[in-house]
């Protein structure tokens, strides 16, 4: 064999292990890592609990449904406009019936009511019996 002979071996072979390098490698990494994804997709999954609805329900029974349900209840903001008795969960995150890992926290919202509503209820009840004595309407006659 002469040295021009043994050059293109050699170079064949380069040229043959950059491709296999280049496609092959790649083909057994893909193989690997579909394996793996195929064992972690079949794993056992942790029981996860579905949400309880707490909606309704007055906040000390809603932490004990949550809680015996699982989860963590958190007072997450209070409606003072929502017209449900003070203390009531009107809304909740996660959804009811969601699944859940156990020890989750449910974030609610409570109707609360409003710290100036007993203001307000004393200036109506000021200004009917304004009304009633006739203020408004000599005050009202004196502006024409």
């Known amino acids: 064999m002469t040295a021009e002979q043994r050059k293109r071996r050699f170079w064949k072979r380069v040229i043959i292990l950059a491709i296999a ?17 195929l064992r972690a997709a079949n794993a056992p999954v942790a029981s996860r609990p579905q ?5 309704g329900l007055q ?23 929502s017209g449900e008795k003070p203390g009531t969960v009107i809304n909740q995150e996660p959804w009811p019936g969601s699944s ?19 203001f307000w209820e004393e200036q109506r009840r000021i200004h009917q019996d304004y009304e009633k004595r006739g203020f408004f309407q000599d005050f009202n006659r004196k502006r024409r």
């Open 100 to 118: 859940y890992p156990a020890g989750a926290t449910i974030s609610v919202q409570i109707a609360e009511k409003d710290p100036n509503a007993d």
């Open 21 to 37: 390098w280049i496609f092959v490698l790649p083909l057994i990494a893909l193989v690997v890592f579909g394996v793996i994804g």
């Open 51 to 55: 949400v309880p609805n707490l909606k």
């Open 59 to 81: 906040i000390e029974t809603a932490q004990k449904t949550g809680y015996q349900a699982g989860f963590q209840v958190e007072l997450a903001g209070k409606d003072f406009e």
